[in-house]
């Protein structure tokens, strides 16, 4: 599994974030998948044509690691749309703990490569 780490800006998202090649997110409201561009354990952004999504707008998504379905019906909220890069920000909202847990472990599997990176002397977004 190729991972990059990005360290996230101020104001941003607290929580540790990273860019999973092969996550996807299927919208339920609009039917579409969207490349998912990064996720934390609070919430991810996706690529769209953001004229289609309002902020504060909740939707119900279901992700998936190359194909494979990692959790489903999750209750997200628009939090920012990003004009010029297109990225729809969302946070995880009414999220079960049977969710919260697989998106954890995702998360932290994630981090357990970057720590593992770091102790072999890669460079992070080597992976």
């Known amino acids: 599994?190729?991972?990059?780490?990005?360290v996230p800006d101020k104001g941003q998202?607290?929580?540790?974030?990273?860019?999973?090649?092969?996550?996807?997110v299927r919208v339920r409201e609009t039917g579409k998948v969207?490349?998912?561009?990064?996720?934390?354990?609070?919430?991810?952004?996706?690529?769209a044509d953001i004229?289609?999504?309002?902020?504060?707008?909740?939707l119900t998504i279901d992700l998936f690691l190359s194909k494979k379905p990692i959790v489903a019906g999750v209750v997200t909220r628009v939090i920012r749309l990003i004009a010029p890069k297109?990225?729809?920000?969302c946070s995880f909202d009414?999220?079960?703990?049977?969710?919260?847990?697989?998106l954890d472990k995702l998360v932290l599997e994630v981090q357990k490569r970057m720590i593992a990176m770091r102790k072999t002397g890669q460079e992070e977004g080597e992976a």
């Open 51 to 58: 004229k289609k999504f309002k902020e504060d707008a909740d």
């Open 13 to 24: 998202r607290g929580a540790f974030r990273c860019r999973i090649p092969g996550l996807l």
């Open 94 to 102: 009414s999220i079960t703990q049977k969710q919260e847990e697989k």
């Open 86 to 89: 297109q990225l729809v920000g």
């Open 1 to 6: 599994m190729d991972i990059s780490i990005d």
């Open 34 to 47: 969207y490349h998912v561009e990064d996720i934390s354990a609070s919430g991810f952004a996706f690529k």
